[in-house]
């Protein structure tokens, strides 16, 4: 109900700030030697000729699963929720959306991956060596990933590893399937994602090392941690059953937020290696002020962030025994 | 057991990364070699790909190497690229005695469309129909209404008999042809759908097409194989990738990776470009744009009208700093001018009006006390946010502020400025504007920014809301003119408008700084729609 409520406030802030905005899309439609005549037909055909409830109440009934009953009244026609066309090309925000979602899920969860990776070893180290130099190592790295802007990392490994060096490719992206032209499968795909992902992770695995550190140094201390020691119980098993269970805990909570909020657009990484995904499609529509792709960008973000937040509400369920769904 | 998870995850993770690393480099290298192909990079992707909704510079830029056109623009350098020559007509058309029919003769046995169709005069007929269609929503009404029954579609003035395409206008205008070479008037397949959303590749019969478009990620272009005609037509194919950023074009282009860095590059690597490569020396390309970049200013309000408003104008004129403000702009952004018309623009007549060098501030003190305007008086200053825009609006309040006038900037998102600004009674006193050439006559310019005859209550290019009964005069008698003696009356209200009743300070024509990788040759520079990528080689 609540996430019904947050859609529906979500979708209406957005139309109102855009409405705020004294622009008229109708008059960039038309170009520079926009006529009356022309920028009245494209108000009309965009729809910016009507009330703004009108406007939204169109909106929201285009997005709205079921087009109405049918005729004995009980079975409910469902149809496709459509997002619109966007003002400055005309294409429709689904495809847009769509053709962008994959790139945008293709670097949030090649990046989740890739910075659990870091995360997870050097955090667990760091707890069980601390003030270690290991440690040390460590904690200059989560001040370096979490200061340094990703705009900044993105251009230093593009420079370094893609144009000096010749590694990885500068930019670009390739369709894991539907290749087009020469670039695309599953191999292009990665070789394409392997600087965006080191990109987008550090700043990440830089917060989660912390939080993993801590986490694990406080269940540590725990009690039930020294009786199973003391009960002679397998460092491992320890490890793997007292004391990661419960510090990864929280880390599985922040993992499902991140990546929902992710999920909406990786605005920096995405500019910096030219990925056309979520986070780049919606500045260009801002720029452009495009509502339709815009709001199609946030309809898209608010649902990822709801349904990643009762995914992370059932794991909480699965990894710990304690809680029980009603 | 904490180690050795730590150590086999930091070793599958290298392994992973090499794997990828080198059986990815092995494909790159092999797709780099193939031969005919040119690659370009776009940072945002162009808005249609259909002759009757594209009205970008970079989407014309294509269409230039994909159109056939009734009239069109040669494939040569300087200003012989502006002048007019016939594509698909015989000849130049035959004109009535009272200018207002116009008669092609179509004979284009040379080429057919990429899908085999031959081309005839239907095709262009279709184009002109398919953007009168009020459901294309095409901005190209703007420029063909004045062919009888333009408000419908099919146009009743457009008929086509035999070989022959017989357009009747309303009245006589001499800048119809240079309307007619734009490309909204290509020829289309007469099948083409009237579909509001745009064909994302449609046939077309110049000496390329687009073969594919992924918005928003790529577009591919191929040579047309039924093209048979003189224009160049070298490469193979040309792929454009859109989306980087300008600091990955301008590496990738240097990589060899693209090459060409259509999306431009960063403002500040134009000097590292130059020093590198030369300009104009094979890499390194820097050519001027039918453009001019202005201050308007507002007629409609007190501080600019009579006699002492254009007091006023021309003490802003002679105090404003053009060097330090096209500086702003980058290395070799532009050119300083005191006109409206561009140089390259038919009818342009370099007079020397201003200081381009620098302020001069003792005579524009001189014209500061003839229009009466009191020290201290608040200028209120439109200007955007974007680009160099709100640096050059600091230059500005320091040169006003040298004559006297205290500036009040107001910076807007560009598409809040051309709202406000077109809106008539809007209270701003100066607002900064650009414009671009549509086509090579001086109407576009003269006639579209400063006549009196086209002011409305909003969306106003005349910005100036300049309206000047003589001057609209002696606009709409230019209008009429043709040849020679329409050029050299165009270039008279020029000179004098901007010499006597400024209605703007112009400041600078624009210029294109254009990268391409070292393998490309054959660069030849249109002045209307931009490198030719038809033209372009592999060296």
């Given amino acids: 109900m609540w996430a019904f409520v947050l859609f529906i406030a979500v979708t209406i802030v957005t139309y109102v700030i855009f409405y705020a905005i004294p622009a008229n899309p109708a008059r960039l439609a038309c170009g520079q030697r926009a006529t009356a005549e022309c920028i009245k037909r494209a108000a009309h055909y965009l729809g910016t000729d009507r009330p703004l409830y009108v406007q939204y109440g169109k909106f929201f009934g285009r997005l709205m699963p079921v087009a109405g009953l049918g005729p004995n009244n009980f079975s409910p026609h469902f149809k496709t929720p459509n997002l619109g066309r966007s003002f400055t090309n005309r294409l429709t925000v689904n495809s847009v959306v769509l053709n962008a ?77 539907n290749p087009s032209g020469n670039c695309g499968g599953p191999v292009q795909w990665a070789y394409h994602l392997v600087l965006p992902w080191a990109t987008f992770a550090f700043l990440f695995a830089a917060l989660y090392v912390r939080m993993i550190r801590a986490n694990v140094m406080e269940a540590l201390g725990e009690d039930y941690v020294r009786t199973a020691r003391a009960k002679g119980a397998p460092e491992w098993l320890v490890m793997r059953s007292h004391v990661l269970r419960n510090a990864l805990l929280p880390v599985v909570t922040m993992l499902g937020m991140d990546i929902g909020i992710a999920l909406g657009g990786a605005i920096f990484t995405e500019s910096v290696f030219g990925l056309p995904g979520l986070g780049k499609t919606a500045i260009q529509a801002i720029e452009n002020f495009d509502l339709p792709t815009t709001q199609g960008v946030v309809v898209f973000a608010t649902l990822c962030i709801i349904l990643l937040t009762l995914v992370v509400d059932l794991l909480y369920a699965w990894i710990d025994p304690r809680i029980r769904l009603t | ?247 990955a074009i301008y590496l ?6 693209t090459d060409y860095a259509a999306g431009g590059i960063p403002p500040a690597s134009y000097a590292e470009a130059a020093q590198k490569y030369g300009i104009n020396k094979g890499q390194f390309w820097v050519k001027p744009i039918l453009s001019v970049s202005y201050l308007a200013f507002n007629h409609d309000r007190p501080l600019f009208k009579g006699a002492t408003g254009t007091a006023l104008a021309k003490a802003i004129n002679y105090a404003i700093d053009r060097k330090a403000l096209l500086a702003q702009g980058g290395y070799l952004a532009g050119k300083r001018t005191d006109q409206i018309l561009p140089p390259g623009m038919a009818g342009f007549r370099d007079a020397s009006l201003y200081p381009l060098k620098g302020p001069d501030l003792t005579t524009a003190k001189k014209w500061m006390a003839k229009s009466g305007v009191k020290d201290g008086t608040t200028v209120e200053f439109y200007t955007s946010n974007r680009g160099a825009a709100p640096l050059q609006a600091q230059i500005y309040q320091f040169n006003l502020k040298q004559i006297g006038l205290s500036v009040n900037t107001h910076l807007f998102a560009r598409a809040v400025q051309i709202d406000k600004e077109g809106t008539r009674g809007e209270p ?38 300049f309206n000047d009964p003589k001057y609209n005069k002696a606009m709409r008698d230019a209008s009429l003119l043709s040849g020679d003696a329409r050029y050299k009356a165009y270039g008279n209200v020029d000179v004098n408008i901007s010499k006597d009743n400024p209605a703007w300070a112009a400041r600078a024509n624009s210029n294109n700084r254009l990268l391409v990788s070292s393998r490309v040759g054959c660069f030849t520079y249109n002045n209307i729609y931009g490198p030719n990528l038809a033209a372009l080689c592999i060296k």
Wanted: contains cysteine; proline residues 7%.
């Fill in chain 1, 101 to 177: 979602a994959p790139v945008t899920a293709s670097l949030v969860f090649g990046g989740a991956v890739f910075w659990m990776l870091i995360a997870l070893p050097v955090g667990i180290l760091s707890a069980l060596r601390p003030r270690s130099l290991l440690d040390r190592i460590a904690m200059v790295f989560v001040l370096v990933g979490i200061s340094a802007h990703p705009v900044w990392i993105g251009l230093l490994l593009a420079y370094f590893l893609g144009f000096k060096a010749g590694v990885f490719p500068i930019t670009g992206y390739c369709d894991f399937i």
């Fill in chain 2, 1 to 247: 057991m904490s180690r050795k998870l730590w150590l086999s995850t930091v070793t599958m993770s290298i392994v992973l990364l090499a794997v990828f690393a080198a059986s990815a480099v092995a494909k790159s290298a092999k797709t780099g070699a193939v031969g005919g192909t040119l690659n370009a990079d776009l940072t945002t992707d162009v808005d249609y790909t259909d002759p009757a909704l594209d009205y970008l510079q970079t989407g014309w830029e294509i269409e230039y190497a994909t159109c056939l056109k009734l009239m069109n623009y040669p494939d040569a350098n300087g200003a012989k690229s502006s002048q007019l020559v016939p594509e698909a007509a015989a000849g130049f058309p035959k004109v009535s005695t009272n200018g207002k029919v116009y008669d092609f003769n179509v004979k284009a046995s040379f080429t057919k469309f990429s899908n085999g169709a031959p081309v005839t005069a239907a095709n262009f007929k279709a184009a002109i129909d398919r953007d009168a269609d009020p459901k294309m929503q095409s901005p190209a009404v703007a420029f063909f209404s004045d062919i009888v029954g333009s408000d419908k579609s099919p146009v009743s003035g457009v008929k086509v008999s035999g070989s022959h395409l017989i357009i009747t206008l309303t009245q006589a205008s001499p800048d119809f042809l240079a309307r007619m070479a734009m490309p909204f008037f290509c020829a289309i397949p007469t099948d083409l759908p009237h579909d509001p959303n745009g064909v994302l590749a449609p046939a077309s019969a110049g000496p390329y097409y687009i073969s594919d478009r992924v918005p928003n990620k790529s577009i591919t272009i191929k040579k047309n194989p039924n093209y048979k005609g003189k224009r160049p037509h070298n490469v193979n194919q040309i792929n454009y990738t859109v989306g980087n950023s300008l600091d």
């Fill in chain 2, 252 to 257: 990738r282009t240097q990589q060899g990776a």
């Fill in chain 2, 428 to 465: 701003f006193d100066i607002t900064t504007e650009g414009w671009l050439a549509d086509y090579a006559d001086p109407y576009d310019f003269i006639n579209v920014l400063l006549s009196g005859d086209n002011l409305h209550a909003s969306n106003n290019n005349n910005v100036a809301y």
